[in-house]
């Protein structure tokens, strides 16, 4: 079975500044995709970027974007001009043909005013 | 409004009684999965469904039923409920496998 890894259980930045959150995982295929998903308070289950294992380019989303080194099996999210609305548990999820998704265990990002 | 609907939100319940929590979606998805989540674990699918009539038992499947006898319904079953299925559940959906899942606002559970 996929395994997701995400070492960091909480990580804070300081508003406007930059955070990466990383997220490691294990898998014997060669076709799957990628997901981040952030979690607010309100505990509503948001996806925030999603990346294709055959695509090359790193996906960006406005502020958000991936570092996708997939020798390495990694795939860490980079939040720029950190804003106090991106305070959440931000969850890294792995997905492949047949099957649904396997999450990792998320990092609370905090962000200080 | 393209939406997963559950219900109910919020359910306290005594070991044994079957419960059922329901899932719906009006996007006419052919997936749909029940996740539970707990501190430091993050979400594990309970079971999944390609299609109607098709189910599959996800990461951990034990003391869970589920049904799909309708596209846009998914109902997780509980037959004898016992406290360390106290959880977060959600449903959610997509369009195909591996597209971005839909989740429901989740279901708080608590069974003493």
């Known amino acids: 079975a996929q395994t997701v890894t995400q070492s960091q259980p909480e990580m804070s930045v300081q508003e406007a500044e930059t955070v990466t959150l990383s997220c490691t995982y294990d898998t014997s295929e060669s076709d799957y995709y990628l997901f981040w998903y952030k979690q607010p308070p309100s505990r509503q289950m948001i996806l925030v970027i999603r990346?294709?294992?055959?695509?090359?380019q790193n996906a960006t989303e406005n502020r958000f974007s991936v570092n996708f080194q997939k020798a390495a099996k990694s795939f860490s999210l980079k939040i720029s001009d950190s804003q106090l609305g991106d305070a959440a548990m931000y969850f890294c999820a792995y997905g492949d043909a047949g099957n649904m998704l396997t999450f990792g265990g998320g990092t609370r990002l905090m962000v200080k005013p | 409004e393209a939406q997963v609907t559950q219900n109910p939100r919020y359910l306290i319940t005594v070991t044994g009684k079957k419960l059922t929590v329901t899932c719906s979606q009006n996007?006419?998805?052919?997936?749909m999965s029940w996740y539970r989540q707990d501190p430091g674990l993050g979400l594990r699918q309970i079971y999944y469904s390609m299609n109607v009539e098709v189910t599959d038992k996800g990461d951990v499947p034990e003391g869970y039923k589920v049904s799909r006898k309708e596209k846009r319904n998914f109902p997780l079953i509980l037959e004898s409920p016992s406290p360390n299925q106290t959880s977060l559940y959600f449903c959610?959906?997509?369009?195909?496998?591996?597209?971005?899942?839909?989740f429901g606002d989740g279901t708080r559970l608590s069974i003493l």
């Open positions: 996007m006419n998805h052919e997936y």
């Open positions: 990346q294709e294992a055959y695509k090359q």
């Open positions: 959610a959906s997509s369009e195909q496998e591996n597209q971005p899942q839909h």
